[in-house]
């Protein structure tokens, strides 16, 4: 993220520099299609966590950069617009909590992101625009592997009781801004709810105990394209 911030800077500051010589999006037709490629920060929500019943409060969180991604189809309204999009996301996350036996589970997952999104002009200047841009996104686990350390520095890939794959629904705001047809977009999205939460079972001091975890993972992300 620190080498990133500095890169989009860069690119933003050239981008303004020679916005005389940048050919205009044309926002005057009704459809505009495109592509976006960035960088996630998933930040964990710890929402509900319990050992055999027993709730277990103070649990650590940590997370990566994921990699983010999507194909664009916006369709204009004078200074508004309606933004579908069509992609996919992943994460790096993991969970400690020693007192209770687990030292580290860590996680990977990969999902299929459908956002709706509606937009508003609310500047231009040349080739320059800067949109303001909100809406609900459907999110689906399509692949999710994560490997367990328990307090005996043992080692093991993480079986679920039931299947990770479930569906997550999002609030999604952010701002856009278009120098000619390189889109660069910062966006924020909180997770309302999971259709489902995730249990397993681990082994503690030779017995074994189920965990029931609810949690969700909000992402800050940041990200540049192409509009055309």
């Known amino acids: 993220m620190k080498r990133l911030v500095p890169a989009i800077c860069i690119a933003l500051s050239f981008a303004l520099a020679t916005q005389a010589q940048v050919k205009e999006l044309n926002v005057s037709k009704r459809f505009n299609w495109g592509i976006r490629l960035g960088v996630n920060a998933p930040l964990v929500d710890i929402r509900h966590m319990s050992l055999d ?25 004078k200074r ?5 999009e069509v992609g996919m996301h992943q994460s790096h996350t993991r969970l400690c909590n020693p007192d209770h036996g ?6 990977s997952a990969y999902a299929v992101d459908v956002p709706v999104l509606y937009g508003y002009n609310i500047t231009k200047h040349g ?4 949109n ?14 994560s490997r367990i350390n328990t307090s005996g520095n043992v080692s093991r890939n993480l079986v679920y ?23 660069i977009d910062f966006r924020y999205a909180y997770c309302i709810r999971n259709s489902k939460d995730q249990s397993f079972n681990i082994g503690l001091d030779n017995t074994t105990g189920q965990v029931k975890l609810s949690r969700a993972i909000n992402e800050l992300s ?3 394209g192409y509009l055309w």
């Open 161 to 183: 009781n039931d299947k990770p794959n479930s569906f997550s629904f999002y609030a999604v705001g952010g701002l856009s801004t278009t120098i000619g047809h390189l889109y």
């Open 80 to 84: 508004h617009y309606i933004q579908l």
């Open 132 to 145: 303001l841009f909100a809406g609900p996104r459907v999110s689906y686990i399509c692949n999710e592997t």
């Open 102 to 107: 687990l030292d580290k589970i860590n996680t």
């Open 222 to 224: 940041i990200s540049i």
């Open 53 to 77: 019943g027993t709730p277990v409060d103070e649990s650590d969180s940590e997370s990566s950069l994921g990699l983010t991604g999507s194909f664009i189809g916006r369709y204009n309204i």
């Open 127 to 130: 080739p320059f625009l800067m």
